[in-house]
T-cell receptor, first 111, second 111 residues
Framework: NAGVTQTPKFQVLKTGQSMTLQCAQD?????MYWYRQDPGMGLRLIYY???????DKGEVPNGYNVSRLNKREFSLRLESAAPSQTSVYFC??????????FGQGTRLTVV | RKEVEQDPGPFNVPEGATVAFNCTYS??????FFWYRQDCRKEPKLLMS???SGNEDGRFTAQLNRASQYISLLIRDSKLSDSATYLC????????????FGAGTQVVVTP
């Protein structure tokens, strides 16, 4: 049972480089999320997609773009990485408001 | 002010003891409440939902106090495996579908 799969698990970028974090879920969930987690800050919502074809900004969307490619996949793009984007990124999905299922996270360092 | 606040701890608990901690939320439109557990360098996972009347799941008891706007988690007969960070999660009617996370309370159970 794969659940929510994120790639890559680790990444080091130089300032100004771009990259896309991939997320896929096999649970037929409508809602998908991208969070970042920083020490002492908890998880903060970057973008949210309630269903295929829709996306909505969360608490900290600046510097990020997303694509809900289909029901399964929700990608997060950093166009020009900055050191402030060093964080752990989690993708999650849910079918109801009762529970979110998380991927294993991507540890991103921007130098 | 953060919408969801938690004492970061750590709460150092002898094995077999009881530990309890709270989470306060600022938005009176909050409707759904959860406790998630996050092990070190792992993804968050749902521990339990919190119902208005309070609820138990084995050694874990969750309570909701709407008047004072806080939820609590009590762990009885603590096990070494209970060592983790416990995340308080709230969903509000004006941001339905978006989970809002507290920064977490760290619990360390010692032999």
């Amino acid at each position: 049972n794969a659940g929510v799969t994120q790639t890559p698990k680790f990444q080091v970028l130089k300032t100004g480089q771009s990259m896309t974090l991939q997320c896929a879920q096999d649970m037929n969930h409508n809602s998908m999320y991208w969070y970042r987690q920083d020490p002492g800050m908890g998880l903060r919502l970057i973008y949210y997609s309630a269903s295929e074809g829709t996306t909505d900004k969360g608490e900290v969307p600046n510097g990020y773009n997303v694509s809900r490619l289909n029901k399964r996949e929700f990608s997060l793009r950093l166009e020009s990485a900055a050191p402030s984007q060093t964080s752990v990124y989690f993708c999650a999905s849910s079918v109801t408001v009762l529970e979110a299922f998380f991927g294993q996270g991507t540890r991103l360092t921007v130098v | 002010r953060k919408e969801v606040e938690q004492d970061p701890g750590p709460f150092n608990v002898p094995e077999g003891a009881t530990v309890a901690f709270n989470c306060t939320y600022s938005n009176s439109a909050s409707q759904s409440f959860f406790w998630y557990r996050q092990d070190c360098r792992k993804e968050p996972k749902l521990l339990m939902s919190v119902y208005s009347s309070g609820n138990e799941d084995g050694r874990f008891t969750a309570q909701l106090n709407r008047a004072s706007q806080y939820i609590s988690l009590l762990i009885r007969d603590s096990k070494l495996s209970d060592s983790a960070t416990y995340l308080c999660v709230v969903m509000t009617t004006d941001s339905w579908g978006k989970f809002q996370f507290g920064a977490g309370t760290q619990v360390v159970v010692t032999p």
